[in-house]
């Protein structure tokens, strides 16, 4: 008897979903919980693995299509998948003269490049078979197409003026749709302060490799800061709040939204209940959630709820900006590039490593008293990270 594949039930706040890639094609043999295609919604890419062993008889929609939930998507026809023939010896002699060494890299995956991916491509000259993929299942990336062509790789000829129009993913669409629905209904203000992080670097530099050794994961700053924000959430509940029409919902508990940037865009999974987290929880919380951005592996019920955002731009060197607030959340925290700067200290001119750091806010229900008041907070816990592990 054949067997439906359907599209995962989907949450109420996700209507469908559009089919990115299909890694199989009708007539080819697949295995029990292999993946058969990505599907990709407005916050996160799925994956839809086979129910049985079997054989994919047919596929009822076609890449860039959209789905709904539960939809009827292929039909396969259960039953063993044959195991590849042993290789005759000539065939074996023939396959060991042409090897590679064994250093050499696999044959990339090119199924599944991204649509900034295929523009690189393109526009270059490159045929992605011949480049090393470092993606899931070793497809090629975006960064593996730039990063071939420094490498001396294929280019675009002199002169010439290469452009491509390609569809924004379902993600980069919302990301925009929220975007422009943070800044045409949120008073957004933002507020900034300045942070000097020498002892919380001297706390790394002394206990960093004991904390390694102990929890299996290196003390990063960004639990610092989640720990500082759940601290100052508490004591500003306001900031922790969010509006729902005419009333104003406030949130007893720190689910904090770490943005984390992936090749199709931003996506901001949530460290739930960070007030109650260990330093050793939150840096475990965070390296799992970015595992699974760069593998595609993130589950949508990681991405709902969030009662307060913190973004890094100085990931990527940014000194200074204005973070938009991510609705129905009513306040961000952005964190910048760490440079060391002169500054007076007890009387004192002294070279400290500085960060600025910024809040923007929904200026409708949080005061800008309170905004700064909480941004002080933020800056006095860092200046003075033991008064956290005393919850001051």
Do not use: C
């Not at 359907?6 to 209507?15: D, T, W």
């Not at 939204?257 to 007030?275: C, F, H, M, N, Q």
């Amino acid at each position: 008897m054949s067997i439906e594949v359907k599209v995962p039930v989907l949450p109420e706040s996700v209507s469908d979903a559009t089919i990115a890639t299909w890694h199989k094609k009708a007539g080819d043999s697949v295995r029990r919980d292999e993946n058969l295609l990505d599907l990709e919604t407005d916050k996160v890419v799925l994956e839809v693995p086979s129910p049985v062993d079997g054989v994919l008889k047919e596929l009822k929609f076609k890449e860039g299509d959209t789905v709904t939930s539960s939809q009827v998507i292929a039909i396969i026809e259960p039953g063993a998948v044959a195991a590849a023939p042993a290789p005759t010896a000539a065939a074996a002699v023939g396959a060991a003269s042409a090897a590679t060494p064994a250093t050499a890299p696999a044959k990339a995956d090119t199924s599944s490049l991204s649509p900034a991916g295929r523009f690189v491509a393109e526009a270059n000259k490159i045929d992605p078979a011949d480049v090393a993929g470092t993606g899931r299942h070793n497809q090629v990336t975006k960064e593996d197409l730039v990063n071939f062509i420094k490498a001396g790789g294929s280019s675009a000829p002199g002169g010439a003026r290469p452009e491509q129009r390609v569809p924004m993913t379902r993600i980069r669409q919302r990301i925009a749709e929220r975007m422009m629905q943070s800044k045409n209904s949120i008073a957004m203000l933002t507020s900034f302060n300045e942070v000097n992080l020498g002892k919380v670097m001297a706390m790394r530099k002394e206990l960093g490799e004991p904390f390694e050794k102990t929890h299996g994961i290196k003390l990063g700053f960004m639990s610092f800061f989640a720990k500082a924000a759940a601290n100052a959430l508490q004591k500003y509940p306001v900031v922790n709040s969010s509006v729902d029409g005419t009333d104003v919902i406030y949130h007893g508990y720190a689910d904090i939204s770490i943005a984390v940037a992936t090749e199709k865009g931003l996506v901001t999974p949530v460290l739930r209940g960070v007030e109650h987290q260990s330093f050793a929880d939150i840096e475990l919380g965070i390296a799992n959630y970015a595992k699974a951005a760069r593998e595609g592996g993130l589950k949508l019920e990681d991405l709902q709820g969030g009662t307060f955002t913190i973004t890094n731009g100085g990931t990527f060197g940014s000194l200074m900006s204005t973070p938009i607030v991510n609705p129905p959340q009513s306040a961000i925290l952005g964190m910048h590039a760490i440079k060391e700067r002169p500054i007076a200290e007890n009387g004192q001119v002294v070279i400290a490593p500085m960060m600025f750091i910024a809040l923007s806010y929904d200026h409708r229900i949080i005061d800008g008293k309170e905004a700064v008041l909480f941004l002080v907070d933020i800056k006095n816990q860092l200046e003075n990270p033991h008064r956290m592990l005393l919850g001051l």
